[in-house]
């Protein structure tokens, strides 16, 4: 099993949808394939990004609610934002 790692931004952004359980849901659900180390359903759009977060991968978990992470150490995933396109770009 693949150990998650919580930014303390990524804290603050999964404060904001705390109320929101359905997001909540379809997040845990995406989080517990990354701990399995099983691939993002395609549905969910994965794709590495570029920029200022060039090497992170981001994916959907609604049409404009967005998970970023860092898998670039063995067996550690950092989860580093979570929001709307708005919130993070």
């Given at each position: 099993m693949i150990t998650l790692k919580l930014t303390s931004?990524?804290?603050k952004d999964l404060k904001r949808y705390k109320?929101?359980?359905i997001v909540l849901d379809k997040l845990?659900?995406?989080l517990n394939?990354?701990?399995e180390g099983k691939p993002i359903?395609?549905?969910?759009?994965?794709h590495m990004l570029t920029g200022n977060?060039?090497?992170?991968?981001?994916c959907h978990v609604e049409s404009d609610t967005l998970?970023?992470?860092?898998?670039k150490v063995v067996g550690v995933i950092t989860l580093v934002r979570f929001g709307s396109h708005a919130e993070l770009f």
């Amino acid at each position: 099993m693949i150990t998650l790692k919580l930014t303390s931004q990524f804290k603050k952004d999964l404060k904001r949808y705390k109320n929101n359980h359905i997001v909540l849901d379809k997040l845990e659900a995406i989080l517990n394939l990354l701990a399995e180390g099983k691939p993002i359903p395609e549905k969910n759009r994965p794709h590495m990004l570029t920029g200022n977060y060039k090497g992170h991968m981001e994916c959907h978990v609604e049409s404009d609610t967005l998970l970023i992470w860092w898998d670039k150490v063995v067996g550690v995933i950092t989860l580093v934002r979570f929001g709307s396109h708005a919130e993070l770009f």
